[in-house]
């Protein structure tokens, strides 16, 4: 029996398979640190072999209990948290969640923090030796935690860390960025100086409410990191001012919950996206995502996701 040829636009036809810097994902539907748990709460409403790659929850060096309640708190399109990194420690994670997030099929990607540029090298380091993980990504942009930012707005401390976390893992490696800075460009250039395999941008905007009634805060933390929907337009001009500026790989998040959206930031510039706030209030979000996703690179005439990558066409006086 003769095989037919795909017609040609058919979104069974494109190729959804992005390369970041060493790290090959299957497509560019990730879903975020700190959305998705351990993976474990959401097998029973996500295939989850079908996603792009997993970012479980950021882990640090110590366990950390986090931050004095309340964490969380829903504003006007999104929401602000200040959960602290709570977690078990990397040791923990490495014994009783990796094994397991390794047996999903899909590329797992963690997370790590550290209070310290010795931390991250080493923890890098550990999950390196571990087997199980596809690529280290460095919260270098936390705003909730003390020290959190350091080393993602200063841009020699920036390339500095992700140099040392690339000399002691062999992992790729994906430094997270924090729009809290006066160039994002300038901090990008940095982690490409670096060595990065990709750059994931933005981490959340730090932000705050208020009981005014009460005249009191209402995050026990007084400052949160404001996600979703509110600070999509923030995310997109970071992807695309990022873009501009380096020739490194991006992920962009921010904000993301369609597919259109999706598009929006791989026209510019990103090559693969991060869904995050979203999953708290549509959890099956990525597939409905994944299923569109052909047809919408179809649409544009193109027959893979790499085609369309920072295609943003700008008027020229």
Known sequence: MTATALPPGSPAAVDLQVTLGRLQLPNPVLVASGTFGYAREMERLVNLSRLGGILPKTVTRQARPGNAPWRTVETPSGMLNAIGLDNDGVDAFLAHHLPYLASRQTPIIVSVAGRSAEEFVEMSAMVGDAEGAAAVELNISCPNVSH????????????????????????????????????????????????????????????????????????GNVIGGLSGPAIKPIALRCVFQAAQAVKTPLIGIGGIATVDDVMEFIVAGASAVQLGTVNFYNPTVSMSVLDALPAAIASLGAKSVTEVVGSLQLKRN
Request: charged share 20%; with cysteine; glycine share 6%.
């Open 148 to 219: 959190g930012v350091d080393f993602g707005v200063n841009a020699a401390l920036c390339e500095k860390l992700v140099a040392d976390c690339r000399a002691a893992c062999r992992l790729p490696i994906i430094a997270k960025l924090t729009p809290n800075v006066t160039s994002v460009a300038e901090i990008a250039k940095a982690a490409e100086a670096g060595g990065a395999d990709a750059i994931s941008l933005i981490n959340t905007c730090q932000g705050m409410a208020i009981d005014w009634k009460r005249r009191k805060p209402v995050l």
